[in-house]
């Protein structure tokens, strides 16, 4: 079984949170766009550069989850040990 399955909630979770992380930075961004003020609304640009950070190395730690190896689907190997001749 692999680390996904048996912590199907957290990643679900997680998946959850990288998504609104990922509007909000969407939505700071269409705020910078659309602000008619004369300073541009750089406040909402450093807002929507910093969730947009956020939520891709959050994205990449989450996803990092599914490649992640398990050790109990491990299948141990060993070659048997050969008879020494005298």
Do not use: E
Request: proline share 2%.
């Amino acid at each position: 079984m692999s680390y996904a399955r048996k912590n199907t909630k957290n990643v679900t979770g997680s998946i959850a949170a990288v998504v609104i992380v990922s509007a909000l930075a969407v939505w700071q961004f269409y705020q910078f766009v659309t602000f008619s003020d004369a300073h541009g609304g750089t406040g909402h640009l450093w807002w929507a550069i910093s969730l947009a950070l956020l939520a891709c190395t959050t994205s990449f730690l989450v996803f990092s989850v599914f490649l992640r190896h398990d050790t109990d689907d491990d299948l141990h190997i060993a070659p048997t040990p050969r008879a020494t001749r005298f």
